[in-house]
């Protein structure tokens, strides 16, 4: 099993930034890609950044060029940079960690919440 735990969320003003951690513990040897997803009270939750095991980001149209995902593997840690903050960013946001080779995340942390004032 791999637990997640995410830290970093908090309330920032519109235009702030943030940055979210992401630890990973366990069977972390069971990891491919870990990426970002959040959800917005009264909607469906969705994607935010994603990064592979080989280093490679791909990104939501709505976080690009604001928000950056890096990954330190020694320490089984991914971080999601959020600059530019909007009010609609307001979220839960939640890590997921992959299997290689599979698109939908295999586990979740607990979300941690972004409230972005404006």
């Known amino acids: 099993q791999v637990q997640l735990v995410e830290s970093g969320g908090g309330l920032v003003q519109s235009g702030g930034s943030l940055r979210l951690s992401c630890a990973a513990s366990g069977s972390t040897s069971r990891i491919g890609g870990m990426g970002w997803y959040r959800q917005a009270p009264g909607k469906a939750r969705e994607f935010v950044a994603q990064?592979?095991?080989?280093?490679?980001?791909r990104y939501a149209d709505s976080t690009k060029g604001r928000f950056t995902i890096s990954r330190d593997s020694a320490k089984n840690t991914v971080y999601l940079q959020m600059s530019s903050l909007k009010p609609e960013d307001t979220a839960v946001y939640y890590c997921?960690?992959?299997?290689?080779?599979?698109?939908?995340?295999?586990?979740w942390g607990q979300g941690t919440q972004v409230t972005v004032s404006s």
């Open positions: 990064i592979s095991s080989g280093g490679n980001t």
């Open positions: 997921g960690a992959t299997l290689p080779g599979r698109g939908a995340p295999a586990y």
